[in-house]
């Protein structure tokens, strides 16, 4: 289940840096893509707090 949920986070991170490295050519929608883009890194980032949760197994 971990490591699903780590494709999933990986994906969404990747989408978001390219967000926000495409923002700049869409014409009038720069600041929207951008934002987008650090929206979907903050989300790739929770995704791993929330459900993964802390481990014990120190």
Known sequence: ?????????????????????NATHIVGFEAIVFFAGIVCIAISMA?????LGRSDRA
Do not use: D, E, R
Not at 47 to 51: K, T
């Open 1 to 21: 289940m971990s490591a699903v949920l780590f494709i999933i986070a990986m994906a969404v991170f990747v989408f978001g840096m390219w967000l926000m490295g």
């Open 47 to 51: 995704i791993p707090m929330s459900f």
